[in-house]
C-alpha cells in the first residue's frame, strides 16, 4: 500500500473540532449542544454584504487578478487609511480567507527550518501552518494570573537564535481575548528592529475592543514599514466565516512582489466573495456600535457566570470573542469529551475547546478550556447553568 506524506503525518487535527464526533453522538441522543468550541458568530452578516450577492449581474464567472480586483482593493485602502495605516492598493493582496494569508506569509518570508516566536496559548491552526511551511515555532508562555499579558521581553531574547526570524502576534488574542496595550507593542517594536525581526500581525479581531479600549496596530509604529505584515479577513469583522475572504498587508515592497508569485500559483481569489467584501466596506459605524455592545455583554453573562463558579478562574478580556479560563479538573480533554459523551443537565450539554490544542509547551493549559462567547444571552445563561453542574458531577473533579 503507497503512503502518506511525512507532512501528512505531522499536520496536527483541530483540537477545535476534534470533539465534533462525540458532540454528533450526543445530538442523535437527543441532547441539546452548547457550542461554545468554535467562534461561528450568530450574529448576522451586514445586510449590504448579502445584498451585493443577490444583485450579482456578470455573465461570465470570471477569474479575477491574482492579487484581487483592483475596486476591492480599492474599497480596502479606504478602510485600512481611516485606520491610520497610511497604505495604498499596491500594499495589499486579497486571499482566500485569513488562513491563506497567513501561509501564503510564512512561505514568503521563512525559509525552512526557520522560527517564529509566538506567545501561548495560540490560535491552533498556527501549528498546522506552520508544518505546511515547513517553519518552526518557538512558543513563549503567557499566564491565566496575569490575564495571559505579553511576556516580558527579557524571555523574548531568551529565544532568539541565528533562525529567528519573525514574532506573531493575534491582537485580540484567540483564544484568550487579551488586548495588548501600546506598550506592550512598543516594546515589540524595539525587538523587532534590535534583532532585525518581522512582526506578523493577525487581526482578525481588530473591531471587537470592549471597555472604552482602543486597538493599536504595529502598522501604527514608526520606523517599521519593512518589518510589519499585517494579516486580515472578512470572518470575523462582518460575521461572514463562510466567505473565505482576507488579505495581506504590506508596505514592504520585497514581500509584496514575492506573496504575489505564490498568490499566481492558486490563480485568484473569489469573485463573488470580493463582491461582497466591497459592499462590506459600506457596512454603518451603527452596525459594530451594535455588535460591540452585544458581545460586550455576552462577555459579562460568562466571565461573571465562570467566576461564581467554585474553583474556577476567568480573565476578563478586553476583545475578541473568546476566554480561557482555569476549572478544578484533572485534565481538560477528558472533562470536554465526558461532558459530551457522559453528561448531560436536563437533557443539556456544552461543546468547549481544551486549551492544551492551543499550546505547544508539554503539559500547559491541562486544567484549561477556551469557550468562545458566540450564542445569544439566553442560551449562554442555559450553557453556564449546565457547566456548573457538570463541573460538580465530574469524577475528576480536583478540589
Known amino acids: 500500500m503507497p503512503k502518506i506524506s511525512h507532512k501528512g503525518i505531522d499536520m496536527p487535527a483541530s483540537p477545535i473540532r476534534k470533539l465534533t464526533p462525540f458532540a454528533d453522538k450526543a445530538k442523535q441522543q437527543g441532547k441539546k449542544v452548547y457550542h461554545l468550541n468554535i467562534g461561528q458568530p450568530d450574529i448576522e452578516t451586514p445586510p449590504g454584504m448579502l445584498n451585493a450577492i443577490k444583485n450579482i449581474d456578470f455573465k461570465v464567472w470570471a477569474y479575477t487578478a491574482s492579487e484581487g480586483t483592483l475596486s476591492y482593493r480599492t474599497k480596502l485602502t479606504a478602510y485600512y487609511n481611516k485606520l491610520g495605516y497610511n497604505i495604498t492598493p499596491n500594499n495589499i493582496i486579497v486571499t482566500a480567507g485569513g488562513s491563506e494569508a497567513i501561509v501564503i506569509t510564512l512561505l514568503t518570508c521563512l525559509n525552512p527550518g526557520d522560527e517564529v516566536i509566538i506567545p501561548e496559548p495560540f490560535y491552533a491552526n ?79 479581531y481588530r473591531e471587537f475592543c470592549y471597555d472604552g479600549r482602543t486597538f493599536k496596530s504595529p502598522m501604527h509604529l514608526d520606523g517599521l514599514d519593512e518589518n510589519v505584515v499585517v494579516l486580515d479577513t472578512v470572518s470575523k469583522r462582518y460575521s461572514a466565516c463562510g466567505a473565505r475572504l482576507g488579505c495581506i498587508i504590506t ?21 463573488v466573495e470580493q463582491i461582497a467584501g466591497e459592499a462590506a466596506v459600506d457596512t ?36 475578541a470573542f473568546y476566554v480561557v479560563a482555569s476549572f478544578p479538573i484533572d485534565n481538560a480533554d477528558k472533562f470536554c469529551q465526558w461532558m459530551l459523551e457522559e453528561f448531560d443537565y436536563n437533557n443539556q450539554t456544552v461543546m468547549m475547546a481544551p486549551a492544551t490544542g492551543f499550546y505547544s509547551t508539554p503539559g500547559a493549559g491541562t486544567n484549561q478550556v477556551r469557550m468562545a462567547y458566540v450564542l445569544n444571552s439566553d442560551d449562554l445563561e442555559k450553557a453556564m447553568a449546565c457547566l456548573e453542574q457538570g463541573l460538580l458531577a465530574y469524577p475528576g473533579r480536583k478540589l
Open 126 to 204: 498556527y501549528n498546522g501552518f506552520a508544518c505546511q511551511a515547513d517553519v518552526v515555532i518557538k512558543p513563549i508562555l503567557s499566564y491565566i494570573e496575569n490575564g495571559f499579558a505579553l511576556p516580558a521581553i527579557s524571555e523574548f531574547e531568551k529565544l532568539i537564535t541565528d533562525k529567528t526570524k519573525a514574532i506573531c502576534i493575534c491582537n485580540p488574542n484567540n483564544p484568550t481575548g487579551y488586548l495588548y496595550s501600546p506598550e506592550e507593542l512598543d516594546a515589540l517594536k524595539q525587538l523587532a528592529i534590535k534583532y532585525d525581526l518581522y512582526i506578523f500581525s493577525d487581526e482578525a
Open 251 to 271: 508596505k514592504n515592497k520585497s514581500i509584496i512582489s514575492a506573496a504575489l508569485k505564490f498568490a499566481q500559483a492558486r490563480l485568484s481569489p473569489g469573485l
Open 284 to 319: 454603518p459605524d451603527e452596525y459594530f456600535e451594535a455588535v460591540n455592545k452585544e458581545y460586550t455583554h455576552r462577555r459579562d453573562i460568562l466571565v461573571q457566570s465562570l467566576n461564581k463558579m467554585g474553583g474556577v478562574f476567568c480573565p476578563n478580556p478586553g476583545g
